[in-house]
């Protein structure tokens, strides 16, 4: 019986210690996402390889455009759904979007901003749930927000950017 009893804590305690060791802290998450969107803003842009009525824009292997709509384009990557909105009235060094987005602030796991050159980049992250955030990367007036784990953070914080950077938008007349 005692045997019994010491094994079963053994189990417990080791599956306890495994489940946090793969769980991440909201702080590594935030340093590296952190880390990444510098890394990101240094690499050289990508090249479009889609062109939609909005403009043209990189869109990285396995992911697709769904949908086009004034100032909007829906893209899928498998389930998650990425949401590019831009403002042809803000330049790349407009901080408007990312004003906007932080108004909430007491709500926010993440709030960020870097200038480089002249690109004002900005993430915002709002938990959704337990291992659940809403993920906005920006850059001036043009930003992407999709619904993404903790863990996967740090490459769509990637993904999102090279796909922002490339992004050039059409020019369209006053309406």
Same mark, same amino acid.
């Given at each position: 019986m005692k045997l019994s009893t010491w094994v079963k804590y053994l189990i417990i305690s080791t599956t306890i210690i495994l489940l946090s060791a793969c769980s991440v802290s909201i702080d590594e998450m935030n340093s590296h996402a952190v880390e990444v969107m510098e890394e990101s803003l240094e690499k050289e842009v990508k090249e479009p390889n889609e062109e $939609?009525?909005?403009?043209?824009?990189?869109?990285?292997?396995?992911?697709?455009?769904?949908?086009?709509?004034?100032?909007?384009?829906?893209?899928?990557?498998?389930?998650?759904?990425?949401?590019?909105?831009?403002?042809?009235?803000?330049?790349?060094?407009?901080?408007?979007?990312?004003?906007?987005?932080?108004?909430?602030?007491?709500?926010?796991?993440?709030?960020?901003?870097?200038?480089?050159?002249?690109?004002?980049?900005?993430?915002?992250?709002?938990?959704?749930?337990?291992?659940?955030?809403?993920?906005?990367?920006?850059?001036?007036?043009?930003?992407?927000? $999709?619904?993404?784990k903790l863990k996967d953070v740090s490459s769509d914080v990637e993904t999102m950017l090279e796909i922002l950077r490339s992004f050039s938008p059409t020019k369209k007349e006053a309406e």
């Open positions: $939609t009525m909005n403009g043209e824009l990189y869109v990285p292997f396995l992911m697709s455009i769904d949908q086009v709509s004034t100032n909007n384009i829906i893209l899928k990557q498998g389930s998650q759904t990425y949401i590019l909105f831009y403002n042809l009235h803000e330049g790349t060094d407009s901080k408007a979007l990312y004003e906007s987005l932080i108004k909430n602030e007491d709500e926010l796991l993440i709030k960020q901003s870097i200038e480089k050159g002249d690109e004002f980049a900005y993430l915002v992250a709002q938990e959704l749930g337990k291992e659940e955030v809403a993920l906005t990367v920006g850059i001036g007036g043009m930003k992407m927000t $999709t619904e993404t």
